[in-house]
């Protein structure tokens, strides 16, 4: 038996600065001294260690197991200097066990926390990352998750957002990013009391990261304005929001479960003039003034494709004159009446309303109806010429021989063009 109150109090001082549990250490001790005691040269094959929470008391159990493992026979073997050679193998081991409940410690912190705004000071950045001093850890911002243009001064604080935590043999791997839309919306439960407490709802934000963000909100009491509770007085709240993401511009619309109204506000500030939602394709052909056109679509379709993201519809924006000759363009075609039937074997085929032959989808597709057609010109030209040959036929000798007075006539005039042209010569 060995008496350790020195000890005792050590691990109590651990457990005070460090947060770590005396029974985890005493557990991590009780390891280690069984190890020390095997490597004893009278040591058992098999033994336990116990240790007193209280007075730090140890003792040393041999064990005898049968071939099944069982223990069969157990005694104290506790040497009579174990004292010492707890002193001597213990300090390694309990540091090393301090380490890693430090680290798992430091990982169950920010294993939950995922989604989530932390604030850091940058150290140092090179090609690949910034690392970010959280206090007890330090976080990567990788070089795809930073805003192109942004600088990252060392000794300057900035927010970023949690996207993953892994766990490594060196302890928590916080990776956090600066282009994430939850960073804008983490901000704005930051800096509007009513998002934090349930009375607006942040429902939907698109983000084009240095550039631009729309957020839609939406309000569970009607006597409070969503896009107002956002903007603050004087706009203090969104221009707070924006100060922290480098002067990126934030637009704030209203959510609306109308799917035409939604993209309408989402277009803002550009006014729309219609919007018409086709639901088995998902798209909103959107119909704008043609003054409004280039503010709709946005810088290099910026407001276009940010207001796609925002409603999760694909939007199709015209003008109200690109309209106007797509309507006068599909009026003007000559469209085919008729209808597709399905005829007595069960096929579906073409009747047009003139009562003419039914056409099968496969002759529809494969254009046969337009070749007969050519084919019937091209009998009907044969046959005009056959015709002209029968008439000059029945005109009999008469008509041949006009023609061959024609071709002498003809003959003389080239015969005097070459005289004429003689005589000039000479």
């Not at 549990?21 to 280690?32: F, G, P």
């Not at 049968?66 to 002193?87: H, K, L, Q, S």
């Not at 206090?135 to 900035?158: H, N, S």
């Not at 309303?353 to 009998?379: C, F, K, L, R, Y």
């Amino acid at each position: 038996m060995t008496t350790n109150f020195e000890l005792m109090e050590a691990l109590q001082h651990i457990e005070r600065e460090k947060g770590i549990s005396v029974d985890t250490l005493l557990e991590a001790l009780a390891n280690a001294l069984v190890s020390a005691y095997k490597r004893m040269p009278t040591a058992a094959e098999e033994a336990i260690v116990t240790i007193d929470p209280d007075t730090g008391e140890m003792h040393v159990y041999a064990q005898e197991l049968d071939e099944d493992g069982n223990v069969v026979r157990e005694w104290e073997d506790t040497p009579a200097d174990f004292g010492r050679i707890a002193a001597q193998t213990a300090k390694q081991v309990i540091l090393q066990r301090i380490r890693e409940a430090e680290r798992e410690m430091k990982y169950e912190e920010y294993a939950g926390r995922e989604g989530d705004i932390v604030t850091g000071i940058i150290q140092q950045g090179d090609s690949r990352y910034t690392l970010l001093d959280l206090g007890k850890v330090e976080a990567l911002l990788p070089q795809a998750e930073q805003v192109p243009y942004e600088r990252y001064d060392p000794g300057t604080r900035l927010k970023a957002y949690i996207v993953e935590v892994r766990k490594t043999s060196k302890g928590p791997q916080i990776v956090v990013s600066r282009t994430h839309p939850g960073l804008v919306k983490r901000l704005f439960e930051l800096e509007v009391p009513e998002i934090s407490d349930g009375v607006v709802e942040l429902k939907a934000v698109a983000r084009e990261p240095g550039h631009r963000t729309k957020i839609a909100v939406w309000s569970n009491d009607p006597n409070v304005d969503p896009v107002g509770a956002c903007v603050g007085a004087r706009g203090a709240r969104v221009r707070m929001v924006m100060n922290e993401v480098r002067g990126e511009k934030v637009d704030i619309v209203p959510f609306s479960e109308d799917p035409p109204e939604f993209v309408m506000k989402a277009l803002s500030p550009a006014r729309v003039k219609e919007v018409r939602i086709d639901e088995t394709t998902g798209a909103a052909e959107v119909i704008v003034p043609d003054y409004q056109l280039s503010l709709a679509i946005g810088k290099e379709g910026q407001n276009a494709r940010l207001a796609a993201r925002l409603t999760g519809w694909r939007v199709d924006i015209k003008s109200e004159t690109q309209l106007a000759e797509e309507e006068a363009s599909y009026e003007a075609q000559d469209w085919a009446e008729g209808e597709w039937v399905t005829d007595d074997t069960g096929e579906m085929v073409w009747k047009p309303a003139d009562g003419s032959e039914s056409v099968t989808a496969d002759q529809w597709s494969s254009g046969e109806p337009a070749e007969a057609g050519a084919g019937d010109a091209e009998g009907e030209a044969e046959a005009a010429r056959g015709t002209g040959a029968s008439e000059a036929a029945a005109a009999g000798p008469g008509a041949g021989a006009d023609l061959a007075a024609g071709s002498d006539e003809a003959s003389g005039a080239g015969a005097d063009a070459e005289l004429r042209t003689d005589e000039a010569n000479a």
